[in-house]
């Protein structure tokens, strides 16, 4: 099964993926974590990636693509996969439908509003390790500063200022968000409210999923 997140940065699409990875064993192939850690490792994909990041554009599609394909290649993404982050333009989603990837594929839009989407990012801190997702209210972690999974100090993404964010925002209107109608007509699309608390999100979207799963496994019986 392909799992594929839409929404907003902010929206949820992480804590949803590691929820998804943690459940089901799906694993999490992020192309925002991706670019990050080519960033971090300075490789050349990462340093033509990093300027794009900081202005809160998109990196170009044939980066992206290159990352991502790398990371479909290896053997966890056999039995099904969460897609965080990609497809993010109608391109894209041009891209991914010509890799013609096997196994069904189904769709979930957070949706959520820009002013919880401030709020959310203003707060939120990240392991910059293992990215692992935190914000200053609602999910604390145990140690103060600390990463729960890994101990490393915890840091604001450089993306996450007032002034990228509305930059990010204004790329997701314009960019992605017409890919909503597209997975809509598509017939796959299931649309989450993503303005909820993180739990009532994941229990929304497991219901969902379960039963597209059952549906599979009873197809192929
Ligand atoms: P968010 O969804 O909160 O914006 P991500 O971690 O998914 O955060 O992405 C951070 C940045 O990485 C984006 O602003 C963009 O510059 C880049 N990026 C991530 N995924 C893609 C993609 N599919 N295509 C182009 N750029 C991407």
Redesign the pocket.
């Known amino acids: 099964m392909r799992i594929i997140l839409l929404g907003a940065?902010?929206s949820g699409?992480g804590t949803v993926a590691e929820a998804l990875r943690s459940a089901y064993g799906f694993p999490k192939l992020?192309?925002?974590?991706l670019?990050r850690e080519a960033v971090r490792e300075k490789t050349p994909l990462g340093l033509v990636a990093a300027s794009?990041?900081g202005k809160?554009?998109?990196?170009d599609?044939a980066t992206?693509l290159a990352l991502l394909r790398e990371r479909l290649a290896k053997g966890d993404c056999r039995g099904g996969y969460v897609l965080?982050?990609?497809?993010?333009t109608i391109a894209?989603a041009d891209s991914l439908d010509a890799l013609g990837l096997p196994g069904p594929e189904i769709v979930f839009d957070l949706r959520v509003s820009d002013t919880v989407v401030l709020e959310r990012l203003a707060n939120r801190r990240t392991c910059p390790r293992c990215e692992a997702i935190y914000h200053l209210v609602n999910k604390l972690p145990k140690s103060a500063g600390g990463c729960d999974v890994c101990g490393t100090a915890l840091v604001q993404r450089n993306?996450d200022t007032p002034e990228v964010i509305t930059e990010?925002l204004k790329t997701y209107h314009a960019k992605t968000e017409p890919l909503v109608a597209r997975y809509a007509a598509k017939g796959n699309l299931h649309r989450i409210d993503g303005d909820a608390a993180a739990g009532a999100v994941i229990r929304e979207v497991r219901r969902i999923l379960d039963a597209a799963l059952g549906q599979e496994a009873r197809a192929g019986k």
């Open positions: 940065p902010g699409k992020s192309t925002g974590d670019l794009q990041m809160g554009a998109l990196v599609d992206v965080d982050g990609y497809p993010r894209q993306d990010r």
